[in-house]
C-alpha cells in the first residue's frame, strides 16, 4: 500500500468528492487535520457527528504524528472514506442494545467496504 498524505485544501477536495458518490451531500461536514493530543489514542482519523442536524466533523492524524513501523502507510483519503461511511451508519450505531458488539461488526464492514470504494476510485 503507497502512503497518501494530502494537505488541508486537497483533502476538503476529496470531502466535496467524495460527499458526492457517498450520497451525503444533505450534510454539512467539516475536516481538518489535527496533531494527536487533539484525537483519541491510536486513531488515524475519528469522526463526530449530530444526526438530527446533519452535521459532521471529520479530524485526521497530523502526518507528523503518524507512528513509524505500522502494517500500513497512512493513507489520509482512505480514513476520509472510511469515517464519512460511519454517517450511513449512524441511525444504527445510536439504536444499537449491544453497542460493543455492534461497533465490532460496523468497523469490519466500514473496513472491507472503504478497501473496495478506494481501490476502484484509483483504478
Not at 471529520?58 to 454517517?87: F, K
Request: glycine letters at 2%; aromatic letters at 6%.
Amino acid at each position: 500500500m503507497q502512503e497518501v498524505i494530502l494537505s488541508q485544501e486537497e483533502l476538503e477536495e476529496r470531502l466535496a468528492y467524495w460527499q458526492e458518490k457517498l450520497r451525503l451531500r444533505d450534510w454539512i461536514i467539516t475536516i481538518r487535520i489535527v496533531r494527536e493530543k487533539e484525537m483519541d489514542p491510536n486513531r488515524a482519523a475519528e469522526i463526530s457527528w449530530t444526526l438530527s442536524k446533519k452535521m459532521a466533523s471529520v479530524r485526521i492524524l497530523d502526518p507528523i504524528d503518524y507512528p513509524d513501523g505500522l502494517m500500513a502507510m497512512q493513507d489520509m483519503e482512505n480514513s476520509l472514506v472510511h469515517e464519512l461511511l460511519h454517517l450511513h451508519f449512524a441511525p444504527i450505531h445510536e439504536d444499537a442494545h449491544d453497542r460493543e458488539h455492534y461497533e465490532v461488526f460496523e468497523e469490519q464492514a466500514i473496513e472491507s467496504i472503504t478497501h473496495g470504494l478506494i481501490a476502484v476510485a484509483r483504478k
